[in-house]
């Protein structure tokens, strides 16, 4: 069952009955949802939770509503994979990559949308909506299918073909709009305001947002209810990093977990990085940018939830890190040749921060830390295409391969074709 | 009569003009200001616009053009 009792103003405090609203009437901050903790603190215990699905829904208690009616596509429950490779190259002696690449769809975007969706039927919608240049297309397209809803996907009329068809095969409706991505918020805006659809990122965003706090659940449980003592997160809108964090505090509020002093970093490409520039003023003004970055899955100008990010980033001591479009492509090639992980540019950014953080002297080579992988690289395949290194064509007989192997090999002794960023026991330590 | 609810972000060569006073003055637009964070060298407005649509599209447009940024109160909408 659930034990969401209410929504909160963030901003003023206010309450609300949970109905799809996403701001506050008075002040118009956004709100969050408020939870019966006190019932939670008595019922909730480890091995109530460990008696669930294998998903997001083994959480149900947590999220805003129930599990029996789920519009459950598979969500959740990813592995958290111990990285002796990477972390031999970093110097860390207790890294961990939880890898949301294997959801249903892909990205940790299922986590969101299947709440969004389950919450959104649950309120009588029956249109599912969205604006994306990517995942969030490819998961509510899916879980609007799954839960007989229609799905209205709105995309920038410029997106490559190969992003659409991870939401088109699902039929949806999709929209390409004319116009800047500013000229696709406005709209989108309007338009919620209008139609009586679940925009998941506007009207039902309290309920959306907080599919995210399972990636805390999952990675606590499945370190023998141990919290982190560092995480190394993506920032988009900055809900992802926010709900992470009170996933862990929630833990501990609940006596689940003894110990969540969490040390939470966040990390940004450098082309559309306004939440760790405003870390950097050491100020709380987010000077909204216009991206311009290889990573789109975080281009995100003008985060929703930049404010509360740096609260975080305050209160737990973590540290902003911005990175370059060539650092994100090498963390994507280190995650792959290290771990055989092939993340997507997102994932890029957080293993080219987790390296800055690492060489920094930043992470201490004995703390617990966990690097969130949030989607899949096939998704992104064109920021890798000419960094890697092309087949050897042979002729079909033994002599052709042998010369081309030894071509190769002369080649890798050169320098000219090396694995770049890592191999078996060496130390990339500075 | 419709409501639109914005946030306008002003440039630091802006703090010091009336730009919601004129917005009201020179167009059929009623402005109530919810929230704000102005110091003097940056600041932003959160309010609600009402009025016609097209008188709120007209005065946004204009809002626009004198250099101040305005964007949905959810922040960006468009996700990856």
């Known amino acids: 069952m659930s034990y969401a009792s209410h929504l909160r103003c963030r901003e003023c405090g206010r309450q609300y009955p949970l109905e799809p609203l996403h701001v506050c009437e008075f002040c118009f901050g956004p709100l969050e949802i408020g939870y019966d903790y006190r019932a939670l603190a008595r019922d909730l215990t480890r091995g109530r939770i460990e008696k669930g699905p294998l998903t997001v829904w083994r959480y149900s208690d947590l999220l805003p509503c129930d599990r029996e009616q789920a519009v459950d596509i598979g969500a959740g429950f990813t592995p958290l994979l111990p990285c002796r490779n990477l972390g031999e190259a970093l110097g860390l002696r207790q890294l961990y990559i939880k890898n949301d690449c294997v959801n249903p769809t892909w990205s940790f975007k299922d986590r969101v949308v299947t709440v969004a969706c389950t919450k959104a039927r649950e309120f009588g919608f029956d249109t599912l909506a969205c604006a994306s240049t990517g995942n969030l297309a490819n998961s509510v397209a899916a879980h609007a299918a799954r839960g007989g809803m229609q799905a209205l996907v709105f995309i920038p009329s410029d997106l490559e073909q190969g992003k659409v068809v991870g939401a088109a095969i699902y039929g949806p409706t999709l929209v390409a709009v004319d116009g800047s991505y500013d000229d696709v918020n406005r709209l989108c805006s309007e338009l919620a305001d209008k139609y009586p659809w679940a925009f998941v990122n506007i009207n039902v965003r309290p309920y959306y947002a907080e599919g995210s706090k399972t990636l805390a659940y999952e990675v606590v449980e499945q370190l023998g209810w141990r919290a982190p003592e560092h995480c190394i997160v993506p920032l988009a809108s900055g809900s992802l990093f926010t709900k992470i964090w009170k996933g862990i505090k929630e833990m501990a509020w609940l006596g689940l977990v003894d110990w969540a002093h969490t040390r939470m970093s966040g990390a940004q490409p450098q082309g559309c990085s306004p939440i760790v520039e405003a870390w950097e003023r050491q100020s709380f003004d987010i000077r909204p940018v216009r991206p311009n970055t290889i990573a789109k899955s975080l281009a995100i100008g003008n985060p929703a939830d930049g404010y509360y990010a740096l609260k975080v980033l305050e209160h737990s001591g973590g540290f902003g890190v911005a990175v370059t479009d060539e650092e994100v492509v090498d963390g994507m090639k280190l995650l792959a040749e290290a771990e055989g992980i092939f993340a997507e540019t997102a994932g890029g950014v957080v293993i080219a921060a987790l390296r800055r953080l690492a060489l920094d002297g930043r992470i201490g080579p004995d703390e617990l830390v966990v690097a969130f992988i949030t989607g899949a690289g096939l998704k992104t395949q064109e920021a890798v295409l000419d960094k890697l290194v092309p087949p050897l064509h042979i002729e079909p007989h033994v002599a052709s391969f042998e010369e081309a192997m030894a071509r190769r090999q002369e080649a890798v002794a050169a320098g000219a074709e090396a694995r770049s960023t890592w191999r078996p026991g060496q130390n990339q330590q500075r | ?80």
């Open chain 2, 1 to 80: 009569m419709a409501k639109q609810r914005v946030k306008f972000t002003f440039p630091t060569e802006l703090i010091r003009d009336p730009v919601i006073w004129r917005l009201g003055k020179e167009f059929e637009v009623v402005t109530n200001i919810r929230r704000a964070d102005v110091t003097e060298d940056r600041g932003w407005v959160v309010l609600e616009l009402e009025g016609e649509l097209e008188e709120i599209e007209r005065g946004i447009q204009w809002v626009v053009e004198q250099g101040v940024r305005v964007d949905p109160v959810p922040g960006d909408i468009l996700e990856g």
